[in-house]
């Protein structure tokens, strides 16, 4: 049975066919926002400004970053969705919103699918396990061996990556362990270097900092095989014998639903110029940020397999929705 929603989706998609031609012709000509969906300081606001800076380059136009931090990343999700598909507002995000929401909560006021355009994958984020330098923990066998002692731990999270692995982590080791959730990472990293929560499983981006200064020990990557981005760092598997532990995030952008394909087609070839030139590739690698590239096509056919991934995760992970 044809819904309410379902009809305005397809004459919002109809009449966005029809002025194609006419929304992109000019296009841009006034100051672009890209929003994301965790505060300042977070991995993705940190690629977020640098893709803003070469996009405005090759644009010739503003590129104003917006962080919407809140609700797993629901909040800015809905703005986007909300906007008006005319190319001026702009959505980097992760698995956060468009693989794992939609199994962590019963409810959500946006769909992850209908409600947006794929535009291009641009990264992916390497997760690493880490503790507390000060912890008596210098190994994944540590850490266990101290939560098993200590009788509960706790550890945070500021995104959905974050939290599915630790529930997983906890449950497959053992550990009784409390998930404490944050807004973004780096209140999860100023909660760990104060000793609030006993570990995190957080991206390289927002670790590497406090790893070089000797504040955190990381002890594992959470991929299935390790990370160049840190090679010396074994993986989760590698240090327990756990089968199947692979968690890594990815970002994208994306743009409400019904952008002219014109407008879908630059930003694509833009973006893909972008993460593959060779100086912007090291300045992320150096941060702790893989780049990727993708057609807008990929980019569709990606989240819907992740929405496969990431839906057996949680499930694995044992996580209730909310």
Partial sequence: MINRRTLLAAAAALAACAASPARAQGWPSRPIRLVIPFGAGAASDMVARRLGDHLQAALGQPVVVENKAGASGQIAAELVAKAAPDGYTLFLTSNTTHSANPFLFKKLNYDPVKDFTPIARVCAFPFVLVVESRLPANSVKELIAHAHQLGNTSYGYGNSTGQIAGAAFSRLTKMDSVAVPYKSVPQVVTDLLGGQVQFAFVDIANALPHIQAGKLRALAVSSETRSALMPE???ITEETGLRGFDLTAWGAIFGPAGMPAPIVERLNAELNKITSDSDFRERLRQ??????????????VFVDRQLVVWGTKVKDARIQPQ
Wanted: net charge negative.
């Fill in 233 to 235: 760092l074994p993986t």
């Fill in 287 to 300: 941060a702790g940020v893989e780049t990727q590239a993708s057609s807008a096509e990929e980019l569709r």
